[in-house]
């Protein structure tokens, strides 16, 4: 297959596409075809290239998926230029007076679509295009929607219609994942935003920022987007079902934030079941059963964001003999392969499969495990237990391994320990003693099976955890590591002291 010369421009990817079409021929055949060219598909295909193999990948929407086109990256743009207004106008010090600052949204939005064009073109569309290109196997990517038509061969339908087919000796499942639409009565002739709403050049990116937003769903999009809003200057009222927000993650966690959430001013309603939308552009109407009574709801913009399900139907794989799983992901086992022994999957596809997480840098770990076990018979495991992970609020939560409900359900004799932030001598001296830290121990060994957080800077502390996890740390290895004074890494060493010692009678350095 011929490649275009030249650097991907910021906006040339969709005439790229098409002229590279224009030099297929009707069935090519690939060491490796990849369904999707997301982090999970580009981790695959730069692992062909290494291994000196052939791959292609596919995508009927934008190259590089949802991290850097409508998740991720621009998610965490605006949150911090939010954070910045919100903290400008709360400081934290006696003697800062506090600011208004002006907020453009159409220009923060015009700038969130620039460095998402930027990254794709340095993060990805450079690597199919760049340097390389010149090497033996450069890596290819068609435009258009991919269909198994049998184990072997992938069907490509392109924009103008045209079909045709690559054949692969090994296949890649890497679709990704989309939304996940509840079935709600009047959902389906109501307008409403979903996680897709970061998008850009796409119908639907959210332009203008809504004067009021009923967000369903009480997961981690509904609040980092929640929290984003309200700080814009929305009235964000957040619905979640069930008891509590992040219902998966320690109860210490979800009962903090929900406190700070609410103290920043947004309406969060737990318990509460929507049992009907209705309205138009410019106005929504939700009903919803609050802790048994009925309430009304109004907002000039509705977001669902009932969490993601695995981009699985209607891609052959069932005629392909691939098997899922209940939630529709695709199974797979610890080597990534499917019950094809010649179809692999990675990435947001497998879902909660063999402990995963739909989350961008699990993909792009497994995507190249996957080419390496499908090229090159690597053999190689996936390690999904230890997998730090982060919430995007304000403050963050990050947790890694195992909650205390977890660790029980696994037959794991554990203990746990909850301290404040308050105690660590980083978050007083910077005056944001918002949050938690919790450990959770196997006995008797102290070995630490599970950390959450909420706090500043809780997405970087954790990063030690999952390496001490990694290395079967126990709570003395904590106590015993001397941490920088003052950070908020401290927080793991008190707590991992609380266990043993009154940590509310500390001198300087946690000793
Ligand atoms: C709002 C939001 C914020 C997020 N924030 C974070 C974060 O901060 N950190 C983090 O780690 N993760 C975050 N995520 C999750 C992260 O974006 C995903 O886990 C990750 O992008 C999944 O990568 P993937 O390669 O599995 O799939 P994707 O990136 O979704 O790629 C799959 C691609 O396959 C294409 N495709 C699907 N079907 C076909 C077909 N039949 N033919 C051709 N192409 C097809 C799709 O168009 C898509 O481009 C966020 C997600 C959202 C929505």
């Known amino acids: 297959m011929d490649t275009i010369p030249g650097k991907v421009e910021t906006g040339q990817l969709k005439p790229l596409f098409e002229a590279r079409l224009q030099y297929q021929s009707d069935k090519e055949t690939y060491d490796l075809v990849i369904l999707g060219s997301g982090s999970a598909a580009f981790a695959a295909a730069i692992r062909a290239k290494e291994l000196g193999k052939t791959a292609v990948m596919t995508e009927m929407r934008t190259l590089g998926g949802t991290c850097v086109n409508r998740g991720c990256l621009p998610s ?26 002006g907020i453009d949204f159409s220009a923060l939005v015009a700038q969130k679509d620039e460095i998402i064009h930027e990254y794709r073109d340095q993060h990805y569309a450079s690597i199919i295009d760049g340097a390389d290109e010149e090497g033996p196997n450069p890596i290819q990517v068609v435009q258009g929607s991919a269909v198994l038509v049998d184990p072997h061969t992938v069907e490509i339908s392109a924009p103008d219609g045209t079909l045709h087919q690559l054949s692969g000796d090994q296949v890649l499942i890497a679709t990704g994942s989309s939304p996940l639409t509840p079935s709600i009565p009047g959902l389906d002739d109501t ?47 957040i619905l979640e079902r069930s008891g509590r927000i992040l219902k998966d993650y320690e109860p210490e966690i979800s009962l903090a934030l929900t406190d700070i ?52 139907d209607g891609i052959g794989l069932e005629r392909a003999g691939v098997q899922l799983d209940s939630q529709g992901a695709v199974i797979v086992d610890a080597y990534l392969r499917t019950s094809v022994p010649h179809i ?8 909660r499969e063999i402990e995963s997480q739909m989350v961008t840098p699990v993909g792009a770990h497994d995507g190249g495990i996957a080419a390496s076990n499908a090229l090159a018979g ?89 390496m001490a ?43």
């Not at 809504?210 to 009222?237: C, D, H, K, N, W």
């Not at 709570?475 to 509310?504: C, G, N, Q, R």
Request: contains cysteine; proline residues 5%; aromatic residues 4%.
């Open 76 to 101: 965490k743009n605006l949150i911090e230029a939010a954070r910045l207004v919100h903290d400008a106008a709360h400081p934290r010090y006696p003697g800062l007076t506090p600011a208004q600052l």
């Open 191 to 237: 307008p409403y935003l979903t996680s897709d709403l970061l998008t850009s050049q796409e119908e639907m990116e959210l332009t203008e920022l809504p004067r009021s937003l009923i967000i369903i769903g009480g997961g981690y999009i509904a609040l980092e987007l929640g929290q984003m809003f309200a700080r814009f200057g929305s009235e964000v009222t």
């Open 261 to 312: 959430l609410r103290e920043e001013g947004i309406r969060l309603m737990t318990h509460a079941r929507v049992r009907q939308v209705s309205g138009n552009t410019g106005e929504v109407q939700v009903t919803a059963e609050v802790r048994g009574q009925q309430r009304h709801f109004q907002a000039s913009k509705l977001l669902v964001a009932t969490g993601r399900r695995p981009n699985t």
């Open 344 to 351: 692999w999957a990675a990435g947001d596809v497998i879902g």
């Open 378 to 466: 690597a053999n190689r495991r996936v390690d999904h237990p230890v997998i730090p992970r982060t919430i995007f609020t304000d403050p963050q939560v990050a947790v890694v391994g195992l909650t205390d409900e977890e660790a029980n359900a696994a037959g794991i004799a554990c203990q746990c320990n909850t301290i404040p932030l308050s105690i660590v001598p980083r978050a007083g001296a910077i005056r944001d003693t918002r949050g938690v830290i919790k450990m959770v121990l196997e006995r008797p060994t102290r070995r630490v099976v599970g950390v959450s957080m909420l706090g500043v800077n809780a997405g970087e502390v954790i990063h030690e955890a999952a």
């Open 469 to 511: 996890m990694r290395f079967g740390a126990t709570a003395d290895d904590f106590i015993d590591m001397i941490h920088v004074y003052p950070t908020m890494a401290e927080a793991l060493k008190i707590v991992a002291l609380s266990f043993t010692k009154d940590v509310y009678k500390l001198s300087c350095c946690a000793s």
